[in-house]
């Protein structure tokens, strides 16, 4: 099955049906996802499971995503979480 | 009768198959979008030659993903993409997929919900590449990509397990560096009880080991003192082997402490626990069937304490025939006796891998400077100084210094945060006790709560 495309910042990421934003980022070599809310630090994925909310996203627009529980789709806007985002504002 | 099962894990599936042949309603939930947990991720999706390359283990996980899968329909039901975030000790459970949130009430409850990885606490572990190998392991699975020039750091089966699969894979690691000691070695060593399982654990210890060698991965032991820098996407690891010290380069660095029973759901509804002192973690308190401390809420697999794969599917039986006993539904008593034998073997293994690879205060207990609330970003001299200002335990420690209230909920700070107030304290973590963890157990907004639906 050909590979399908979503949006990352300014480039287009490839993904296979079934897997998560977070593995697709991971596998175009992408590993900084999020600038951290105390200290502005970059940050990415770190357990791939749902259980630390490291690889949180701003997902078409809605902030917070988890991208290792998302999966990916055609044509996402995805972009990296800034330091000073709400939690569960969307 | 309805049973609600969360987690379809290798124990969740096989309670669920369990309670089906006893003619019970079932629904398990879980929040992948297939059955199999971590370590069958993925599974049942693999083509035969992918799904060779993860090992024997992986393949038969594959075959019962698909039977659970083929029972799914009629009275059993699989909510597939579901957050559980709340959980009663009135067997009441409330999840949430794609943003729409229901509850319902059940006879009894099955928390099967797996094991976490310890966290690894050192400098630098929270950059950028720096993950779980667990979480490599599931990026192989699921993106079939294996992170390039990576170096492993830890102890313990599974670190020996993902450098294996990606050696089979055609992407070798660059080196691990493997935190027991020889003296680990000789104390386990006096643990060892041979039986069957036992055996069979060690040979493929070996197998492992072997292919390491032939594969030509370097492997320092005796590791300690190690941090990481990272810039560029690429980290230096600086670290001591055998009282030398060493630095290499890495294009990704995988932590591994061992796992330890995800506690989230049985804190929350309050059920008793007690101190595992040779996996350094809570376990829920359970009975050898798997019954919790309270009624008709059972605990199966590596949630219930940590044995491994095939421990889980034989104590997710288990907890099933429990309940069904309970329920004075008709169970063989010969064949609750033959997989209690079988399912009590696995913990004469766990004896000599606990010991082995015991954790080391070096990486339980770290430096003023590490982080070791990842969310909240809360350093270990804030908990130290926290401590000597008069806080006593975990709780107050949220109060002082915001750690554990991030988003994870404590999932990768407590046990940490657990040692050390006792080490500070000078009293046992047994004694320290564990965070209060409240629902949601999950972050969900306020309005999805309020809108939930209620199923009859």
Same mark, same amino acid.
């Given at each position: 099955m050909p590979d399908q495309f979503f949006h990352f910042e300014n480039e287009k990421v490839s993904f296979e049906p079934g897997m998560s934003v977070a593995a697709a980022l991971l596998r175009a070599g992408i590993v900084d996802f999020r600038q951290t809310q105390v200290g502005n630090l970059p940050r990415g994925p770190f357990c791939m499971m749902g259980a630390c909310f490291d690889c949180l996203l701003l997902i078409d627009g809605r902030p917070n995503r988890q991208g290792c529980m998302t999966p990916a789709a055609k044509g996402m806007v995805v972009k990296r979480q800034p330091a000073q985002t709400i939690l569960g504002a969307g | 009768m309805r049973v609600g099962i969360i987690g379809a894990g290798p124990a969740g599936m096989m309670a669920a198959l369990t309670l089906l042949d006893a003619d019970c309603d079932v629904t398990v939930m879980d929040e992948q979008p297939m059955g199999g947990g971590q370590i069958y991720r993925n599974a049942a999706r693999l083509d035969s030659q992918q799904a060779a390359m993860f090992g024997s283990d992986y393949v038969s996980g594959g075959d019962l993903v698909r039977r659970f899968r083929a029972a799914v329909g009629g009275r059993l039901s699989h909510e597939r993409g579901a957050t559980v975030w709340s959980v009663t000790e009135e067997r009441e459970i409330a999840w949430s997929i794609g943003e729409k949130s229901y509850s319902r009430q059940f006879d009894a409850v099955i928390l099967a919900t797996g094991a976490l990885e310890r966290a690894m606490p050192l400098p630098g572990w929270t950059n950028p590449g720096v993950m779980t190998v667990g979480a490599a392991q599931i990026l192989m699975k699921t993106a079939r990509h294996v992170p390039a020039d990576s170096v492993l750091i830890g102890s313990g089966p599974l670190l020996y397990l993902v450098a294996t699969q990606m050696v089979e894979m055609g992407v070798p690691?660059?080196?691990?560096? @493997?935190?027991?000691?020889?003296?680990?070695?000789?104390?386990? %060593? %006096?643990?060892?009880?041979?039986?069957?399982?036992?055996?069979?654990? !060690?040979?493929?210890?070996?197998?492992? !080991?072997?292919?390491?060698?032939? %594969?030509?991965?370097?492997?320092?032991?005796?590791?300690?003192?190690?941090?990481?820098?990272?810039?560029?996407?690429? *980290?230096r690891i600086d670290f001591s082997s055998r009282g030398n010290r060493h630095s290499i380069n890495a294009g990704h660095v995988l932590l591994h402490a061992g796992v330890h029973p995800n506690i989230q759901f049985s804190q929350s509804m309050g059920l008793d626990h007690r101190w595992n002192d040779a996996n350094q973690? $809570?376990?829920?308190?359970?009975?050898?069937?798997?019954?919790?401390?309270?009624?008709?809420?059972? =605990?199966? &697999?590596?949630?219930? &304490?940590?044995?491994?794969?095939?421990?889980?599917?034989?104590?997710?039986?288990?907890?099933?025939?429990?309940?069904? @006993?309970?329920?004075?539904?008709?169970?063989?008593?010969?064949?609750?006796?033959?997989?209690?034998?079988?399912?009590?073997?696995?913990?004469?293994?766990?004896?000599?891998?606990?010991?082995?690879?015991?954790?080391?205060? $070096? *990486?339980?207990?770290?430096?003023?400077?590490?982080?070791?609330?990842?969310?909240? @970003?809360?350093?270990? &001299?804030?908990?130290?100084?926290?401590?000597?200002?008069?806080?006593?335990?975990?709780?107050?420690?949220?109060?002082?210094?915001?750690?554990?209230?991030?988003?994870?909920?404590?999932?990768?700070?407590?046990?940490?945060?657990?040692?050390?107030?006792?080490?500070?304290?000078?009293?046992?973590? %047994?004694?320290? &006790?564990?965070?209060?963890?409240?629902?949601?157990?999950?972050? =969900?907004?306020?309005?999805?709560?309020?809108?939930?639906?209620?199923?009859?």
């Open positions: - | 690691p660059r080196a691990l560096l @493997e935190t027991q000691t020889a003296s680990d070695y000789l104390r386990a %060593a %006096a643990k060892l009880r041979p039986n069957i399982t036992v055996l069979s654990y !060690l040979l493929k210890g070996a197998g492992m !080991l072997r292919k390491l060698s032939r %594969a030509g991965i370097r492997r320092h032991t005796s590791v300690s003192d190690v941090s990481i820098s990272s810039e560029n996407g690429q *980290h973690c $809570w376990d829920p308190e359970t009975d050898a069937m798997g019954r919790s401390s309270k009624q008709a809420i059972y =605990i199966a &697999g590596d949630g219930a &304490g940590v044995l491994g794969a095939d421990a889980a599917k034989l104590s997710g039986q288990l907890a099933a025939m429990a309940l069904l @006993e309970d329920r004075e539904c008709r169970v063989d008593a010969a064949v609750v006796a033959a997989t209690l034998a079988r399912h009590g073997r696995f913990r004469t293994i766990r004896a000599f891998l606990d010991r082995l690879y015991a954790p080391k205060a $070096w *990486h339980s207990q770290p430096d003023d400077d590490v982080l070791i609330c990842r969310c909240e @970003e809360v350093t270990a &001299g804030k908990v130290r100084d926290a401590v000597s200002l008069g806080c006593l335990g975990p709780n107050q420690l949220k109060a002082f210094s915001r750690c554990g209230m991030g988003n994870c909920q404590g999932r990768y700070c407590g046990l940490t945060v657990v040692n050390l107030i006792a080490e500070t304290r000078g009293l046992s973590p %047994a004694d320290v &006790g564990y965070y209060r963890i409240r629902s949601p157990i999950k972050p =969900i907004t306020l309005e999805e709560i309020a809108n939930h639906d209620i199923i009859n």
